[in-house]
């Protein structure tokens, strides 16, 4: 368990409005791994979730957005549970920063942006992240990335009650541009991985967005969870020094095969296999190699599919056209699965085609119009607050 954050000074709370943005998030590869101690590889891309906070008179806390027609007023002393709708994700935040004892001065909170919902880019963590870098700031105080990050997971994991790991709110928070993120999810140890070396810097990434719409807070993702944590208690008592999956080799889960569910089995065996990939990946990327890299991809993907079966009809089309078009190295699914979006890795003067290409190709097969992202490495919410002098760099 995350120790809590501990709350540092930070100047005097905000008398002005002022405005924060926090991007969304593609993942190159790693998987379900982030909540059992293991490794993932994700990058900021310019989508972008911007809340606007001003101070306002009286008790109370008010939130409201352009891309919903519900608002919410609750008073400071206000400590309601979650009622069910978009407000849930910046209230939780609001509750975490209470449960620190940092009692935030009243505000209103306005919430628009552009990253696509249900996709698998993270809306949710991006609306956690672009809202406690803004109540942070009206408070007058300020926490390092580490801790914005564990403290807008516990937002979803608590208050929303979904069961997400620290990846999405980690990479949202401390990105740099340019770079992909490694991440220890176990240590929250991470180094930032250029996209741009040697032959990696002729591939750009795209995003495709199936269309198919999925929810993590609860059904098929929380089940697959539930299966892989059981597999993983089983290893732990036959090997005490394991912390986690993290930890285990394959060798290990074979010895305990008899001992699980052929569903624990093989969702742990995705994520030992997982873990082994992202390491392979770092190579690959600092060697500059996209075919070494598109193949670790390629294998990220039949893991999901097959045996953390996450993927879907849509999806794993998606993959295999991908596989047959000029320019690509490599592509899978990203995000929670059960549908939204692929992350692929082609030739930067291929990409155009491609994405058209891949486009025809879903709308034949499935009469759905996907939509496609030509995407860079972008900057994360502190370093885009400290850039625009918004707020003290974490």
Not at 27 to 54: C, K, Q, R
Not at 264 to 276: A, D, K, Y
Not at 335 to 344: D, L
Request: net charge negative.
């Amino acid at each position: 368990m995350q120790a809590a954050p501990t709350p540092l000074s930070g100047g005097e709370p905000s008398t002005q409005a002022r405005k924060f943005s926090a991007p969304a998030r593609v993942n190159l590869i790693g998987e379900h791994t982030d909540y059992t101690g293991g490794l993932v590889l994700p990058m900021a891309i310019p989508f972008l979730t911007t809340a606007t906070i001003s101070p306002r008179q009286g008790n109370l806390y008010s939130f409201h957005s352009d891309l919903f027609d519900q608002q919410r007023e609750i008073s400071t002393e206000d400590r309601s549970d979650a009622i069910g709708n978009w407000t849930d994700y910046p209230v939780g935040v609001l509750r975490q920063l209470q449960l620190l004892g940092i009692e935030p001065p009243p505000f209103t909170l306005h919430l628009h942006g552009n990253v696509p919902f249900g996709a698998g880019l993270s809306s949710s963590a991006s609306v956690e992240v672009a809202t406690a870098m803004a109540i942070l700031s009206h408070s007058g105080v300020t926490l390092s990335e580490q801790e914005i990050a564990t403290l807008c997971r516990r937002a979803e994991n608590v208050y929303v009650n979904s069961p997400c790991g620290i990846m999405d709110q980690f990479v949202i928070t401390a990105a740099q541009a340019g770079h992909a993120l490694l991440l220890d999810t176990r240590t929250l140890a991470y180094e930032n991985i250029p996209m741009n070396h040697a032959a990696l810097a002729d591939t750009c990434i795209v995003v495709c967005n199936s269309m198919v719409k999925h929810s993590i807070a609860n059904g098929d993702y929380g089940l697959r969870r539930r299966e892989l944590e059981a597999g993983q208690d089983i290893l732990r008592k036959a090997f005490p020094h394991l912390r986690d999956l993290g930890d285990a080799t394959t060798d290990q889960l074979g010895q305990c095969k008899d001992q699980m569910s052929a569903e624990s089995f093989r969702r742990c065996r995705h994520i030992i296999t997982e873990n082994t990939r992202v390491r392979a990946a770092k190579v690959a990327m600092l060697a500059g190699d996209p075919t070494q890299l598109g193949d670790l991809m390629f294998k990220a993907h039949a893991s999901e599919r097959d045996d953390f079966e996450c993927s879907c009809e849509e999806v794993d089309f998606l993959v295999e056209v991908a596989s047959t078009l000029t320019g690509c190295f490599g592509a899978r699914l990203t995000g929670g699965g059960f549908g939204g979006c692929t992350v692929n890795l082609v030739a930067t003067a291929d990409a155009p085609a491609f994405a058209q290409a891949l486009k025809i190709a879903y709308r034949e097969r499935f009469d759905i119009e996907a939509d496609t992202y030509i995407c860079e490495a972008v900057d994360g919410a502190v370093r885009r607050a400290a850039l625009l002098h918004e707020a003290p760099q974490a």
